[in-house]
């Protein structure tokens, strides 16, 4: 069965750093990868997904991903984070035929 | 993407009661989706609820606790029944774009005393 393991339950970092947030997942077939933000009180807010093509994908907020297909990774960075980037981040694959699966996410909190 | 709207917002509910959600999207969507986020945990697909058809549970859920109906193709509702204090949680409701992409709507924070 497809998993997704976020390693980091928590990355605390300083305004203007730079961060990645680390995601691997089970399976080696043609998979559908995405990340999601949740600001707090809030619902989910798709960042970035990959689903063919380029395996480096822009999204919003100047958020970007890479596909890695030999490491089975999606890596989520940002050059600079800043305060306002403090919120909860969840991986998600789909693989044909079954459920959207997430990760259990990780916690970015982003301190002056 | 689509608009997704979710009613209500959040409430606190006796257990033993019953609770309804709606979700409400502003074009019509062949695949919808509900989920529970329980307290600093990550998303559960609780059922995918298709227009015409009835709803697919996840193992674990069943249709007497989680009732679901699609009447159509921008609107389901999700009901939460005879309620206990475990069932305290996010639930939210999401929509496929046809191109495997999910839209979430802003969730109903449920508290059962």
């Known amino acids: 069965a497809q998993s997704v393991t976020q390693l980091d339950s928590q990355v605390p970092v300083f305004e203007e750093a730079p961060v990645e947030l680390r995601c691997n997942y089970s399976s080696s077939v043609s998979v559908y990868l995405f990340w999601y933000v949740q600001y707090p009180n809030q619902g989910l807010q798709l960042l970035l997904k990959?689903?063919?093509?380029?395996?480096l994908v822009k999204g919003i907020n100047g958020f970007e991903a890479e596909f890695n297909k030999s490491q089975t990774s999606f890596h989520l960075r940002k050059p600079s984070v800043h305060i306002s980037d403090t919120a909860e981040y969840f991986c998600a694959v789909y693989q044909a035929g079954t459920a959207l699966i997430f990760g259990k996410g990780t916690t970015l909190s982003v301190s002056s | 993407s689509a608009v997704i709207s979710q009613k209500p917002s959040r409430d606190i509910c006796q257990r033993g009661t019953s609770l309804t959600i709606q979700c409400q999207v502003d074009s019509q969507v062949t695949m919808m989706f509900w989920y529970r986020q329980q307290p600093g945990q990550s998303l559960t697909l609780i059922a995918t609820a298709n227009q015409g058809s009835e709803a697919t549970y996840e193992s674990g859920f069943v249709i007497d606790k989680f009732p679901i109906s699609r009447p159509n193709l921008t609107f389901s509702t999700l009901t939460v029944s005879n309620m206990s204090p475990e069932d305290s949680s996010i639930y939210l409701c999401?929509?496929?774009?046809?191109?495997?992409?999910?839209?979430f709507g802003p969730g109903t924070r449920l508290l059962v005393l």
């Open positions: 990959y689903l063919s093509g380029s395996t």
């Open positions: 999401s929509v496929e774009d046809g191109v495997r992409t999910q839209y």
